[in-house]
């Protein structure tokens, strides 16, 4: 009967359960990315995880896969259509337009949460996955790229992480640019049109960069011979990109341009990059993002340029797990022998408790059992307490390192 309840209620495929062990990983990246963006002067948002459908939509792109297959979207009771967030660029634009913040510009923010995407669940890619990501509004200079850059670097150092990722980075361009280079692909992929797949079909009418992203073997082949977007950059698009690898180069941040990587999401221009790993199988990309300078007035605010990334903390607690050192407490044990001793034993572990101290009181077990935990959690002092005949109580304080025990007083206990 137990077991066929426990296995009517799984989790949904593609989520998982963040248990202690692994959630203390997911906090300790979380830490350090955000102490990190409080070092760059970035200041924290936190928006709804649901918004409009439309936000997505029109920032994204129609035919991009996160809109086109992935999003989580319902109408809700009163009749709208809702989507949970498939990523975080969106909502904080959403949020500097709805809250009016131009007056503020230029802005630093950073966020962390849950994402939903239906995708294909494998190792590294889950339905619901988490995001720490940084947005930069209101800054032209190549040097805020370089800047957002240097802060995903640093974050990655701080957990060990960058000997074992590759920065990659390219151009897409201003829009002239990207207008001329369009114009080109089309023109280069029109006679393969029935060979592509059936998605690249109808991108080549919609947007045909997105094809450069293909997964689809076959039309990987054709792409590999099209014209590439650096030769239709015009001259403020070479310099700007130039600026920011020269950026990349002054501060030691090692990258490699790879002219096919164009990103899936449909609102970037100029820069775009991936931090990658081959440890991961088919999931390569931690942390990535790009320039975006057309999103704000495309969702209906004023002029305003973007750039920004995201890292994917599910894949950096998968890659580094086994070698982030985790700060291990040990705690203050109180082990109490007998009923009365026990009850004495919970007052000085909430009032050590209430200090901010870590105590671990043991309720169940006799003495000697209640001592072996205390071991087993890498307890340094113990607090002993027995109950005497008389019903007053004496404490020892045990020292597990030297395995000293003394006596000591109710007042040396509480303030130990
Ligand atoms: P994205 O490349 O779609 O960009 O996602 C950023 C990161 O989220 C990826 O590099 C990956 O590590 C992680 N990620 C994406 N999908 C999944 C998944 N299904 N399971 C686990 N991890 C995943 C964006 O979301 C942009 N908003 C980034 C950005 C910010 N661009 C400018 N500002």
Redesign the pocket.
Known sequence: MLNACMSKYQSVRGTRDLLPQLKRVFRQIDKTAHESAQHYGFGEIETPIFEFSDVFHRSLGETSD?VSKETYTFADRGGDSITLRP???AGVVRSFISEGLAQLLPLKLYYYGP?F?Y?RPQK????Q?Y?F?V?VLGLESALADVECIDLAWTILKKLKLDQRCVLEINTLGDQESRDNYRKALVEYLTPFKAQLSVDSQVRLEKNPMRILDSKDEGDKKIVANAPLMQNYLNDPSKKFFQDVLAGLERLNIPYKVDSQLV???DYYCHTVF?FTTTELGA?S??????R?DGLVEMLGGPKTSG??????V??LADLCSANLEIEKMSPISVVANGDKALQEGMTIASALRNKNKYCEIFLTGNFKKKLEKANKFGTEKAILIFEQENGSMEYKIKNFKTGDEKLATREEVFNI
């Not at 750039?307 to 994917?312: M, N």
């Open positions: 996160a990523e975080g660029t994402m995407r995708e590294g890619r889950y339905r996955f995001q990501g947005e990103r899936g999401l991936e999931q990309a931690i942390l990535s993002g790009g975006y750039v920004g990334w995201a890292a994917g599910d894949r």
